[in-house]
């Protein structure tokens, strides 16, 4: 029933008689009683004079058992075309759209349908919700290519409520670039037979200041047989702050991010009641030796098979404490890597996180370092703090035993100067061997090379070539330094006694040195031979001088060697079995 209808029969009830008869009587006449819509008379006390059947039915009443009853049994009505709630005879609500009449003769007639939901939720009473929520209304014909804003979005875009805006000036207001993209989503939406939403930026008019927009819509379909639909409705809304702190948050993560694969840190979360843990990067997955099939590790497969045994209750303890103080969890611990079975040492920091203050808490979030290296590292900076103690304690007991036995044996002050100063330069250069070499040692062929440099007339050459004067044969062999200083000082004054005094004082003297490793001792033995021929005829000594002592106290005590020196005429001998100790591994930074 069309709207000239529905004024055609409110004219004729106001035009009526009062009523004497029952419903449906002539006095309201066929339209009344057979009209497809609900009808209603209401006297001035707002009783109910008369309900067509359509209105009584529509509900729930027999006809005629509204009439005397008071409006307010059904619902409220205003004084203009709205939509309202009415109760039916069982109770349950019915949304109605009135339209009233005006009143003549203490009479007013309403005109009452109902109204389908998605209707109601159209419905003028809605949009201030809309504009509460920061909404505007839009719609688009194809027809024309014209935008009907309502004035909330059309304030949010800076056009005045009466600007005629047109598909073509909004996208003059936004980059190329977002024109195609809004186009191909749209178009893939509208193919799909689906709501499209998309986020946009555009220069708000008339001022140019750039926004981020929300919007929303979906199609209305021009009927059957058309190629497209003929309206696109929809919201739109302003969502600068929103993108704005995404941004933001976006940025932030990305920093962090940055950071801890900087860091090399892993990220995770434990969610306490379910024991399930989450790992948030990559990183974390290598520390553990794990891969994403793998999975992440819960609480208790974490110490029941991951976590070093021993260190299982140090843990427990962490957690227990950073949970009842409410503080920063801390701890370091041992794990097994699951890709090769490696022990690997680990710190962690967190902090549990509630819901409320004196509630329990509901996960942890932390970071995770490997820090095995670095740990290695501390170990062996300590061992070589105690060696340098224990090398500076010896190094000072060489240069008291030096002073005092070469102020013993000089001359003159001369004398003492030159076999002290010789003394300390060759001390001197076996700490230069020994801190030049990566792991603290000191090659024997190099003290030697050091001492007997100057006497070679040339390269150092093997015992192959007989007519060297120098003659050195024998394997590598890297020394520690408890034993490469005593040794060093023992090489030192075989030199000098044999410049002096031996094969070294003439220049057809010889001297050949070989050495070589034999099993026994904790590393193996050292077999030393120093053999000088070719200089002055030898005869024992009448007196010990330091280097005699040295050779046979020194490297006795301090090197536990076996040596034996002999005199024979045709010139000097040394034997010398020296067990090698142990190198310490912890001090090799490449192991």
């Known amino acids: ?52 059947p359509h209105l009584c039915d529509l509900l729930g009443y027999e006809p005629g058992a509204l009439n005397g009853r008071a409006l307010s049994v059904l619902g409220a009505v205003a004084q203009r075309v709205c939509i309202r709630r009415w109760l039916r005879a069982d109770g349950t609500g019915l949304d109605m759209r009135i339209r009233p009449s005006k009143q003549r003769d203490d009479l007013q007639i309403l005109v009452v349908e109902a109204v389908d939901p998605d209707e109601v939720a159209r419905a003028e009473e809605n949009r201030a919700a809309l504009t ?15 935008v009907v804003l309502s004035r909330r ?81 929809g919201v739109v809304e302003d969502v600068t702050t929103h993108v704005e702190a995404r941004n933001a948050l976006r940025d932030g993560e990305q ?68 949970l009842r ?38 996960r942890l979030i932390g970071v995770v370092a490997d820090v095995t290296e670095r740990r290695l590292a501390e170990e062996r900076q300590t061992l070589l703090i105690r060696e340098l103690h224990h090398r500076v304690k010896n190094t000072l007991a060489t240069v008291q035993a030096i002073v005092g036995s070469t102020a013993r044996t000089a001359s003159s002050i001369e004398s003492f100067y030159e076999a002290f100063v010789g003394r300390i330069m060759s001390l001197a250069h076996t700490h230069s061997v020994l801190t030049e070499d990566t792991w603290q040692t000191a090659s024997l062929r190099t003290l030697l090379a050091n001492e007997l440099k100057p006497y070679a007339e040339g390269s150092l050459n093997g015992a ?18 408890e034993v490469a200083v005593p040794i060093g000082m023992a090489i030192h004054e075989l030199t000098t006694n044999a410049a002096k005094y031996g094969a070294l004082s003439t220049r057809d003297g010889r001297v050949a040195i070989t050495w070589a490793l034999e099993p026994g001792g904790p590393a193996g033995t050292l077999h030393f031979t120093w053999v000088e021929s070719g200089g002055p005829p030898v005869a024992p000594p009448k007196r010990q001088g330091f280097g005699s002592r040295l050779l046979q106290r020194v490297l006795t ?18 034997t010398m079995r020296a067990p090698l100790p142990v190198r310490n591994a912890a001090l090799n930074p490449l192991a």
Request: proline share 6%; hydrophobic share 45%.
């Open 255 to 322: 920093r962090l991010r940055i950071a801890t694969s900087l860091a090399a840190l892993g990220i995770f979360e434990w969610h306490m009641l379910d024991d399930q843990a989450i790992w948030e990067n990559e990183r974390m997955f290598a520390i553990f030796g794990r891969s994403a099939a793998d999975g992440a590790l819960g609480k208790r497969e974490f110490l029941e098979t991951v976590l070093h045994p021993d260190d299982r209750p140090a843990f427990r303890a962490a957690i227990t404490q950073a």
């Open 464 to 481: 192959e070539e007989r007519d060297a004067r120098i003659q050195l044969s024998g394997p590598p062999v890297d020394m520690a330094s």
């Open 132 to 146: 509460a929520a920061g909404l505007g209304e839009w719609r688009y014909d194809f027809a024309d290519g014209r």
């Open 557 to 574: 005590a301090q090197v536990r060697a076996e040596v034996s020196m002999n005199y024979p005429p045709e010139g000097f001998t040394l």
């Open 1 to 52: 029933m069309d709207k000239s209808s529905i004024a055609g029969v409110g004219t004729d009830l106001a035009s009526a008689p009062a009523p004497d008869a029952g419903p449906g009587s002539g006095l309201h006449g066929t339209a009344f009683a057979q009209a497809p819509i609900g009808i209603l008379v209401v006297d001035g006390a707002g009783l109910i004079r008369d309900a067509n």
């Open 325 to 362: 103080e409410d503080t920063t969890l801390a701890v370091s611990a041992r794990i097994r890597r699951l890709s090769d079975g490696a022990w690997r040492t680990l710190d962690f920091a967190g902090r549990f996180e509630r819901d409320a203050p004196n509630r329990l808490p509901r």
């Open 153 to 233: 979005a059309a304030h949010l875009l800076g056009y005045a409520a009466d600007d005629p805006v047109t598909w073509t000036r909004l996208q003059a207001a936004m980059d190329g670039g977002e024109v195609a993209r809004i186009r191909a989503q749209v178009r893939a939406s509208l193919r799909d037979g689906a709501p499209f939403s998309f986020e946009c930026r555009l220069r708000r008019a008339p001022d140019g200041t750039a926004i981020d927009v929300g919007v929303r819509g979906q199609a209305i379909p021009a009927g059957e047989g058309a190629d497209r639909p003929a309206t696109l409705v």
